[in-house]
């Protein structure tokens, strides 16, 4: 896989970088810890520019994270309800969680964006809640490019470094997706043993 994604960079440069890097985003069938310490090396060769390098990479997935957070806007959380009403327990969410996540997100959200942007393996999905809880855009926007650029400078900058031993990259990021996760993993099993149904509460009210 990663032969291709050589050939690609070297026959198409930064468009061949930015592009992948959408993919990556959109539906991630090549993970940026292989496409942009690959175009790291190829700066490092002198086939490349190392800043312009780290802009198109940027841009490519700036492009793709803004097409979820306008496709999860445009469907907007309440159109959930129906779907969180149903399956919440294995959803391990109820309304009420979605309004008082509805107000975090107002006061918290640039944070978690951009956190969010340089966690291995979720950094893709990050767009999906912005745009569900109907996140300022330029919030979201500003807090996305901040921390995918910072993401892609550090791979690109590994590649850079590391030249040919780019596999040390995913040596050292591949633990880290895993322990994510895992991480997650773990937290949804969690959810699912201590979510309670607003409904029981309620019926355990009205016996009282």
Do not use: C
């Not at 957070?69 to 979605?98: C, D, M, Q």
């Amino acid at each position: 896989m990663s032969d291709w994604v050589v050939r690609l960079i070297e026959q198409s440069g930064y468009l061949g970088v930015g592009f992948l890097m959408f993919l990556e985003t959109i539906f991630p069938p090549i993970p940026s810890e292989v496409i942009m310490p690959i175009a790291g090396v190829a700066a490092a060769q002198g086939k490349l520019g190392f800043v312009p390098v780290v802009a198109s990479g940027t841009a490519g997935a700036m492009l793709g994270n803004t097409v979820w957070y306008l496709a999860a806007r445009a469907l907007g959380v309440h159109r959930l309800k129906p779907l969180i009403t149903r399956y919440g327990r294995w959803l391990t969410i109820s309304w009420p969680e979605v309004a008082r996540a509805e107000r975090w997100f107002a006061e918290h959200g640039t944070f978690f964006v951009f956190f969010g942007r340089l966690l291995p393996t979720v950094r893709s999905l990050v767009s999906v809640p912005a745009g569900l809880l109907r996140m300022r855009f330029k919030s979201f926007f500003i807090a996305s490019l901040i921390g995918t650029a910072t993401w892609t400078t550090i791979l690109a900058g590994a590649g850079y470094k590391l030249q040919e031993n780019v596999t040390e990259v995913e040596r050292w990021i591949g633990p880290a997706s895993n322990a994510v996760l895992v991480v997650l993993g773990a937290g949804y099993v969690w959810r699912l043993w201590t979510h309670r149904d607003p409904k029981d509460s309620e019926e355990r009210s009205d016996l009282d």
